[in-house]
């Protein structure tokens, strides 16, 4: 990367690292809505809401990565700003290590934690077995899956979002025709969607590995010395993006219990249904922030903030235009999208209602993810995560605890966007203060 040719076209170098990384995170997140395609109508709705359940878990898995990984890569980017190759090397190689011990330690504890998370939840029947069934075998995924992601921010950093988008079309390709074969063609249920998204997995962690072993201009996988600076940095880095995921992991579990107190498994499987919506823009959103933030860790390790700064503004504009295009879709096509999953009309309703609600708040989510992002990716994590415990945790819970109580399925929905207005006036007070330190 150049300097000055970021500092000259921003808004090019920032398209051409987060496009690439915008459909890898798109296509991610269609193997998430595919198997709930799949399981929708192989399995049914008991086995779409014994899914939801367990997204907590997931959270739990992709916080513990990406706090490694995304503050491991903002380390390694500002080396690499500043020509430190070997440092860059030695920040890899221990953040991938460690990565794969943190997450096969997280699986072996969560797998005693399965039967209690059901018995917290009150879930019973078929609903009850799904949800044992699936994360049995899922719990072997995870860490290949965290092992995916941390490997794939490294080869952003490189310069190279490309090969992470072709990585991630294999991924999809597998689990799709993984997911028909199992389910559609040899009738395996819900233990065979798991097993495909296994398979797809581990092929993805192969193929990455495969890439700094023979391809990696800069990250080679080589003897080092364990650096408890580093780790520490990289966890203070990443604390942001810990915050973030169990904030989602806490936010979650807490859906759960109060539709599954107020409403029922039909509000489970409709919010199930409704919020692939939302991950879908998620994905998008950190698209943008994973491309944008390996060239401000960049520019910043360069000394040059104006272009760090200026590449923060211009990322919130795409996202912004990104948040408006998905809203007029999701509203155009509610009806259609609703009977996709599930062939019950009240649950059916309910998603409609819902999505067109929640979708408000991709005008807001945008800025906020990315002003977090910004702020880790220059090594500042107490903004960064205090933004992301305003959005993640603090707001979020107060809304999810007082909106369903007064208003039913309707507050469910509500509290995406009150929570992401509200957050916003954090995250506008933090990007001013940056704003006026550097003018």
């Given at each position: ?261 107020y409403i029922g498994a039909d509000g489970v499987t ?83 209602t819902g999505i067109r609600i929640l979708a408000v ?79």
């Amino acid at each position: 990367m150049d300097i000055n040719a970021i500092r000259d076209n921003t808004k090019g170098w920032i398209m051409r690292f987060a496009v690439p990384s915008i459909i890898a995170m798109v296509l991610t997140a269609m193997i998430t809505v595919t198997d709930g395609f799949f399981i929708g109508n192989y399995v049914g709705k008991e086995g779409v809401a014994a899914v939801n359940l367990g997204l907590p878990i997931v959270y739990l898995f992709l916080g513990m990565g990406l706090m490694l990984s995304v503050g491991g890569m903002a380390i390694a980017g500002m080396a690499l700003g500043a020509d430190d190759r070997r440092k860059c090397c030695n920040v890899f190689n221990q953040t991938v290590l460690t990565v794969i011990i943190v997450s096969i330690m997280v699986s072996a504890v969560v797998s005693l934690c399965l039967r209690p998370t059901l018995f917290v939840l009150g879930a019973k029947g078929l609903v009850s077995d799904y949800f044992l069934t699936y994360f049995r075998i899922m719990l072997f995924a995870y860490p290949f899956m965290i092992l995916v992601s941390s490997l794939g921010m490294f080869v952003r950093a490189e310069g190279y979002p490309q090969f992470v988008m072709m990585t991630t079309v294999i991924s999809v390709i597998l689990n799709v025709i993984g997911d028909y074969v199992m389910a559609a063609v040899f009738r395996k249920g819900i233990a065979g969607i798991a097993y495909a998204s296994l398979i797809s997995e581990i092929v993805t962690a192969l193929v990455l590995v495969l890439f700094f072993m023979t391809k990696s201009p800069v990250f080679r996988f080589h003897t080092f010395r364990f650096n408890g600076k580093v780790l520490r940095d990289s966890i203070l880095n990443g604390s942001s993006e810990f915050i973030g995921e169990m904030s989602g992991c806490l936010s979650m579990f807490a859906f759960n219990f109060v539709i599954m107190k107020y409403i029922g498994a039909d509000g489970v499987t409709a919010f199930t249904v409704g919020g692939y919506i939302e991950f879908i823009f998620s994905m998008i959103l950190i698209g943008f922030g994973q491309g944008a933030s390996p060239l401000i860790s960049f520019a910043y390790g360069a000394q040059d903030h104006a272009t760090a700064r200026k590449i923060r503004k211009d990322t919130s504009r795409f996202v912004f235009t990104a948040g408006a295009v998905l809203y007029a879709v999701t509203f155009l096509t509610a009806n259609w999208y609703s009977t996709l999953f599930v062939r019950d009309g009240a649950v059916s309703g309910m998603i409609v209602t819902g999505i067109r609600i929640l979708a408000v708040s991709f005008f807001f989510s945008g800025y906020n993810c990315i002003a977090s992002f910004y702020f880790t990716s220059i090594g500042r994590a107490r903004e960064s995560a205090v933004i992301s415990s305003a959005r993640g945790l603090v707001v979020l819970l107060i809304a999810i605890i007082t909106l369903p109580y007064f208003l039913g399925m309707i507050g469910v929905w509500m509290v995406a966007p009150v929570t992401e207005i509200l957050s916003m006036i954090v995250s506008i007070y933090y990007v001013t203060g940056d704003e006026q330190r550097n003018i």
